[in-house]
């Protein structure tokens, strides 16, 4: 689709944010921006509908409880303060972009700011030719874009669990979960997994997941599309499907016990419509 193709949707949270930080109550102890980006054809590549993500915090992984937990980023306090400008200084300190909020939504002793990410990204003001599609995440990585179905239905990313505060926001605000076009919501995707040697992701990333043939090992259903949950991503990226050792143009990529010397995950944001 080219740009001028794409269908414009809406995403009525505009409808439930406050916007005057000035009346904001004095007994908000607890600042959380919520920063947001919905992805479609004008901003990616081979998109046909938008959907959203959040970002979230990633805690170190440690052996305490808040190891690996995934929140969004937030500020305690002890007094009454700028609650824009502090809102706008925690965004900057994570992820060094400056823009305007939004709006926010007042809990009790906290404020959720929320912050429209879709238009400054890095790919969106870059030529295509200079954009880099592919983006190898890490495990120590700290901040994690979040589909909707992870948060509410998964509540948890990867095998990171999701804090139950960042979930209770959507099942509170049933607005903030889905975009809409000409009165409808739009089908939401859900996470899925693939796992392999490192080197053939890429390869997977750019041209997606090839359908099966009825003579291959792992379609018991027939020739499909086949994705995974983490854990079986897991032991795909992990160990050959026979565990037995394997070379690729005379390169070892298993050894001889069948584990992969190198393996990767791809995510998936898949739209399943009448399963």
């Keep these: 689709q080219s740009k001028n193709e794409c269908k414009d949707f809406d995403y009525p949270i505009y409808n439930i944010l406050r916007k005057d930080f000035k009346k904001i109550s004095d007994n908000v102890r607890k600042i959380t921006i919520c920063p947001f980006f919905v992805t479609t054809c004008r901003n990616r590549f081979g998109i046909e509908k938008p959907y959203l993500q959040y970002l979230l915090y990633k805690y170190p992984e440690t052996s305490g409880k808040l190891s690996d937990l995934l929140v969004f980023p937030f500020k305690r306090f002890k007094h009454k303060i700028n609650y824009l400008k502090e809102s706008?200084?925690?965004?900057?300190?994570?992820?060094?972009?400056?823009?305007?909020?939004?709006?926010?939504?007042?809990?009790?002793?906290?404020?959720?700011?929320?912050?429209?990410?879709?238009?400054?990204?890095?790919?969106?003001?870059?030529?295509r030719a200079k954009q880099q599609w592919l983006k190898l995440i890490k495990h120590k990585s700290a901040l994690w874009w979040v589909l909707i179905d992870e948060i509410c239905n998964q509540k948890k990313s990867l095998n990171f669990h999701i804090h139950k505060s960042v979930y209770?926001?959507?099942y509170k605000n049933p607005t903030l979960i889905y975009l809409m076009m000409d009165s409808k919501r739009i089908e939401i995707p859900m996470v899925a997994y693939y796992g392999n040697y490192y080197k053939f992701l890429p390869i997977i990333v750019t041209l997606g997941l090839k359908k099966e043939h009825y003579s291959s090992m792992s379609d018991m259903f027939g020739p499909f599309y086949y994705f995974t949950d983490y854990i079986g991503a897991f032991r795909q990226g992990g160990w050959t499907y026979n565990y037995k050792q394997r070379k690729v143009y005379n390169r070892?990529?298993?050894?001889?016990?069948?584990?992969?010397?190198?393996?990767?995950?791809?995510?998936?944001?898949i739209f399943m419509s009448n399963t």
């Design 168 to 170: 209770m926001l959507f």
């Design 88 to 127: 706008n200084k925690l965004l900057s300190k994570a992820i060094n972009i400056k823009i305007a909020p939004i709006g926010f939504l007042e809990d009790n002793e906290s404020i959720f700011v929320f912050y429209d990410l879709s238009k400054v990204d890095e790919y969106t003001n870059k030529p």
């Design 252 to 269: 070892e990529i298993a050894d001889k016990d069948g584990k992969i010397i190198k393996g990767g995950i791809v995510r998936f944001a």
